[in-house]
C-alpha cells in the first residue's frame, strides 16, 4: 500500500496512511493526521476530517481488542501478517465491530480493493476471508 496521497483522498486512505507513520516511524498520531487533512490541497470535507480523526484515534485506543477479534478469525497469526495488511485488517474491524454508522460492507469493500492496488488480489483474498469472518461477539472473548 503506498504511502502517496490521493487528491481528495477518503477518511479512510487518511487514516491508513496515519497508522502507517505511526507504526512505521513512531510518529504522533495527532500531529501525522493534521499534517494528512492540511496537506490535501484544499479544505478537507468536515465529515471526511472527522471519520479520518475517528478511525485513527479508534484504531489505536482499542488496538489491543481488534488484535484479539482478528486472531480469533484470522488463519494465521498476527505476528505473521505484514504490517500494512494487518493496519488495514485492524481500521476495517474498527469499523465493522465499533462503528455504528459505518455500514460493515463499506468497510470490507474499502479494505480489501486498497489490499487490491497495495499488495495484489492473493493478500486482497486474505484480507477479504479475514474481514469477512469477524462478528461482534470475537471482540469481547477474551
Do not use: C, W
Not at 487533512?37 to 479508534?58: F, I, K, M
Not at 488496538?63 to 497469526?77: E, I
Not at 489490499?115 to 461482534?136: C, E, I, M, Q, Y
Amino acid at each position: 500500500m503506498t504511502d502517496q496521497p490521493r487528491p481528495g483522498g477518503s477518511a479512510r486512505d487518511i487514516a491508513r496512511r496515519v497508522l502507517r507513520r505511526v507504526r512505521r516511524d513512531e510518529a504522533y498520531a495527532n500531529l501525522v493526521l493534521s499534517a494528512e487533512l492540511s496537506g490535501l490541497g484544499t479544505r478537507p470535507d468536515p465529515r471526511e476530517a472527522a471519520l479520518a480523526t475517528e478511525l485513527v484515534y479508534g484504531v489505536l485506543r482499542q488496538r489491543r481488542r481488534l488484535d484479539h477479534a482478528l486472531g480469533r478469525v484470522s488463519s494465521r497469526p498476527l505476528s505473521r501478517i505484514e504490517e500494512d495488511l494487518l493496519d488495514a485488517l485492524r481500521l476495517a474491524a474498527y469499523q465493522v465491530l465499533l462503528l455504528d454508522r459505518v455500514p460493515a460492507y463499506a468497510a470490507v469493500n474499502d479494505a480489501v480493493e486498497a489490499t487490491r492496488l497495495g499488495r495484489g488480489k492473493d493478500a486482497a483474498g486474505f484480507v477479504n476471508a479475514v474481514l469477512r469472518k469477524l462478528r461482534p461477539e470475537h471482540l469481547d472473548a477474551e
